[in-house]
């Protein structure tokens, strides 16, 4: 019989298992009797029977808990949380009813939780690990507004001089380059923004935009105030009561007139499922003074409540190319191959007014060392070439910029070709260097398309310029070279209730 040498002397097989099997029984035997133990105690929120919506505080009465120890927190027997406990405070845990959650059984897969009847548990340990108590309550999760059988029209109202304060954060990922280095975020901002109304005229809205000073901007590994960064003026637009935007107002001054997308709403009743068509404003980075307007499809989720208000759940995609914007100020363009843009947008329909915008958007393309140097990425894919120097007596031959040939070219805005080569533009005539930038961009209101002026059609997309031609004294500009890039840009923009 095959044997086990150990300290106290030769075990079998047969014996050494009935001792672990005894030990095994032991430990069972005292981890139910521990349990057994265990006091049962009454949650102190929510209630057993409580109807419950969006963030659900779970607490527990400070006489019931250990001043050492910890508690867990699971839902329908799922764990959700282990948290220390804090002395002296009843709350343990919020429970976000509409935030995505993971069952330890699944990892991976995010799970949402369904309107209906859900049991809270909370077990409270000392920190031997010791269960001491535990307790459960029954609620009934409902976020659903389920009373608008008959679906509502929406559209807004807002009043003069009323102001509203949203704050909003935005994330640009990389996901991946030619170069093969691991995801990482190259910038993020957290700002907030008063949205006022400056006039009101015919069921018209005079809406100014402007970001505060109190905003930061990370990029390439370095925190900024944003107004360090930017001059900060306001954007005005005119919009109608329905969101779409009929004037883009011209600035008074010189600056950074920043603006942020007004979520369109159409001019009549709608009911869960419906879809529609709609315009759809897209940045790139946290804010842009070009944004790119979409043609895209928006459909009615539902009605939930959302930070108190019961709103019209409201979810806008965008599938195909675009061209867009690398950089704030729009001076950096590039054309993307696919865009695939998913916006959530929570309407207030009896207060009328946008309560939360969420946007999550992937973009895949090839791109020059210009724009990965704005995305703030210049240091994850290659760079591209510049042109060469020139023989004459000007040493800037070829384009100063790596990454040299054109911009790409739009439907009616930026031609294709390169910067100038040889001395800088201006010094000899235009047609001896390469194509400058064109001036005939699109307007706002032609992108938008403004149902009370002429309509503004979409250029077809241009592909890159050719490489800049030298002038007489300088060599010719190379064509870019091109890096494969794969964004995920995401933003969150909350209305800041009670400011």
């Not at 999760?141 to 102001?163: C, F, M, Q, R």
């Amino acid at each position: 019989m095959t044997t086990i040498n150990h300290k106290l002397g030769r075990l079998s097989i047969t014996a050494f298992s009935r001792v672990l099997a005894t030990l095994i029984l032991a430990v069972a035997a005292s981890a139910v009797l521990m349990a057994q133990n265990a006091r049962t105690i009454t949650l102190a929120g929510p209630l057993d029977g409580a109807t419950v919506r969006e963030s659900v505080p779970i607490r527990v009465s400070p006489a019931d808990l250990p001043t050492d120890g910890y508690v867990t927190v699971s839902v329908d027997k799922v764990f959700r949380t282990a948290k220390l406990i804090d002395p002296g405070t009843s709350l343990i845990y919020t429970w976000d009813t509409q935030a995505a959650y993971q069952d330890p059984n699944n990892p991976g897969t995010d799970k949402y939780t369904d309107d209906g009847a859900h049991e809270i548990e909370v077990a409270v340990y000392n920190h031997q690990g010791t269960l001491l108590a535990s307790g459960t309550s029954n609620v009934t999760l409902a976020n659903k507004v389920t009373n608008l059988p008959d679906g509502i029209e929406l559209s807004y109202a807002w009043s003069e001089d009323e102001t509203l304060r949203y704050k909003r954060h935005s994330e640009i990922n990389v996901l991946s380059t030619g170069s093969g280095a691991p995801a990482q975020i190259t910038q993020s901002a957290d700002i907030r923004f008063d949205r006022s109304v400056e006039d009101t005229s015919d069921g018209n809205f005079l809406v100014r935009d402007l970001v505060l000073d109190d905003g930061t901007v990370l990029s390439n590994g370095v925190t900024s105030p944003v107004q360090d960064l930017f001059q900060l003026k306001s954007r005005y637009r005119t919009v109608d009561r329905y969101g779409q935007t009929l004037v883009e107002e011209t600035p008074f001054s010189t600056g950074d007139h920043f603006g942020f997308p007004i979520a369109q709403v159409p001019g009549r009743r709608i009911t869960v499922g419906d879809s529609w068509q709609t315009k759809i404003e897209a940045n790139v980075t946290w804010a842009n003074a070009k944004p790119t307007v979409l043609n895209g499809t928006a459909r009615l989720d539902s009605f939930e409540w959302q930070d108190g208000y019961p709103t019209a759940k409201i979810i806008e995609s965008y599938d195909g190319p675009a061209k867009l914007f690398a950089d704030a100020r729009g001076y950096v363009p590039f054309q993307a191959d696919n865009v695939h843009l998913v916006r959530t947008y929570w309407f207030a329909y009896n207060s009328r007014r946008l309560v939360r915008m969420k946007t999550d958007m992937t973009i895949d393309g090839n791109v020059a060392a210009d724009v990965l140097s704005a995305l703030g990425a210049s240091t994850i894919g290659a760079a591209g070439m510049g042109g060469q120097q020139g023989s004459g007596p000007y040493s800037g031959g070829g384009n100063p910029y790596q990454g040299g040939g054109g911009y790409q070219g739009g439907g009616s805005g930026y031609q294709g070709g390169g910067y100038q080569g040889g001395p800088p533009p201006g010094t000899m005539p235009p047609q001896q260097g390469g194509g400058n930038r064109g001036d005939a961009e699109l307007t706002y209101d032609q992108q938008m398309g403004n149902p009370y002026g002429g309509a503004g059609g979409y250029g077809a997309p241009g592909g890159y310029g050719a490489p800049g031609a030298g002038g007489p004294y300088g060599g010719n500009g190379q064509a870019a070279v091109l890096t494969p890039i794969k964004l995920d840009v995401v933003d969150d923009c909350t209305l800041i209730v009670g400011e």
